[in-house]
């Protein structure tokens, strides 16, 4: 069931103030502006007349609110939350008219918000690739998905015999429950690091019937101590070929990453500047949600292969065998 809290904003405009409508479903806003006409009936105007307003229309917004998300998901999950005192959130000035628009109707038709895992490839304590994953996670988060990051710290060196241990277990668990994945490396030494990786590797293809990541999308990106290169992300493109995963067009890298943040101690010194590199991070997670809610319906679909089929025949077909032969 969906909840609906109203409440109406007025401006001391002649003839007639026009009035502000917020109203909020299932823990997100849309925002609505109406002006009296000289019948003195009320028309709505297009969200574009609601930045005239500073301070009076919020942002919109598909976030979870506090009230609606789970307490203890929140603390484990969604460290890139910010505090309510913070600094104002560039993220919430970005225009994503149409990519809201989709995931409102979506999430209106379904009742069941994305649910993206993000991974990082770094245990350092002021890690860039965390830093932008948190920044990835924020503009996702605005846009109605149900964001999980996963902390690689504690993750055994994979091996065979760690197999039940918690961390593993909740990596895996944690891909199953996802409908895509968000992948943020470094670069080290012209390739992916063994941080990243070794997450990847403790994923199966298959462990049953459940297949962790097959048919899930992937929104891929890199952060480089140097210059600008792809490696990571073209190594990131091959995982996730393997892993039977689709992965959209678009890809993040950031050279030189330790410049499009603020030295540590400063205001805002874990948000990304603006850049043409922010903006392309900022592409990548749009294109994702879109490719994510057209995909997600079709995931059985997509899964439904001739050769298992065929191999499924064969295994039941050995089952009755050896049931008439007891």
Known sequence: MWHCLRS????????????????????FFHTTMAIATSNGQRQPLGSEIKSIVSGIVPSRTLAISSLEDDVEIRLKYRPFLLKSDSSPDWINDLELTSVLDMAEKDLAATNSRLKVLVLYGSLRRRSYSKLVAFEASRILFRLGCDVRVFNPEGLPVKNDVDHTHPKVQELRALSTWSDGHVWISPEQHGNLTAVFKNQIDWIPLSTGSIRPTQGRTLAIGQVCGGSQSFNAVNSLRILGRWMRMFTIPNQSSIPMAYTHFP????????????????????????????????????????????????????????????????
């Open 8 to 27: 109406t904003f007025s401006l001391n405009l002649n003839p007639l103030p026009p009035t502000y409508t917020t109203v909020q479903f299932a823990g």
């Open 263 to 326: 030295d540590e101690g400063l205001e805002g010194d874990q948000r990304l500047r603006p850049s043409s590199n922010r903006d392309r991070l900022v592409d990548c997670m749009e294109e994702f949600v879109k490719y994510t809610i057209l995909m997600r319906p079709h995931l059985q679909t997509f899964g439904d292969r001739f050769s298992e089929r065929e191999e499924k025949k064969i295994k039941e077909a050995r089952v009755r065998a050896a049931v008439g032969n007891s």
